[in-house]
């Protein structure tokens, strides 16, 4: 069981199937808090509501992309301390709209699908232990 199983994760996917997967993935992981919306107007309205520590989002879903619901949720001071994983079939490491949009906005990591689970439960244990580092440094 992972030490931040009481962290708040909101998964941000049109897909059922990879959704389901990647809750499971985080129940069997530990993660206790961990909540779905399928759409970028969801994501944004459960987002503000529930505040989540991390959030896992597909680029491309109805409703505003994952880097508006990321630059736009920033906008609230609530959300300032909210990090953020893109997780997109696009190719975001090739692509420089996405690769300049990630740098631009601040996105924590950027991961192309299919992602391996092993590699983002690493990714997701890094970025919450930065987190942790930054709260104990006082940034």
């Known amino acids: 069981m992972t ?8 998964i941000i996917e049109d897909d059922p199937d990879l959704s389901r997967v990647y809750k499971v993935l985080l129940e069997r992981e530990g993660y206790r808090q961990v909540r779905h919306a399928k759409t970028g107007d969801k994501g944004l309205v459960l987002a503000k509501n529930w505040r989540p520590d991390l ?9 505003p992309d994952g880097f508006s619901v990321f630059e736009e949720l920033y906008l609230y001071p609530s959300m300032l301390s909210t990090r953020f994983i893109i ?16 740098r631009e906005t601040g996105v924590s990591v950027c991961m192309e699908k299919p992602v391996a689970p092993i590699a983002l439960l690493l990714i997701i244990y890094t970025v919450l232990a930065g987190v942790e580092e930054e709260t104990s440094r006082g940034l």
Do not use: M, Q, T, W
């Open 87 to 102: 997780v997109s079939g696009c190719s975001v490491p090739d692509n420089l709209v996405y690769a300049e949009k990630a």
């Open 3 to 10: 030490r931040f199983g009481d962290k708040k994760i909101l």
């Open 55 to 63: 959030i896992i989002s597909d680029i491309l879903h109805r409703g």
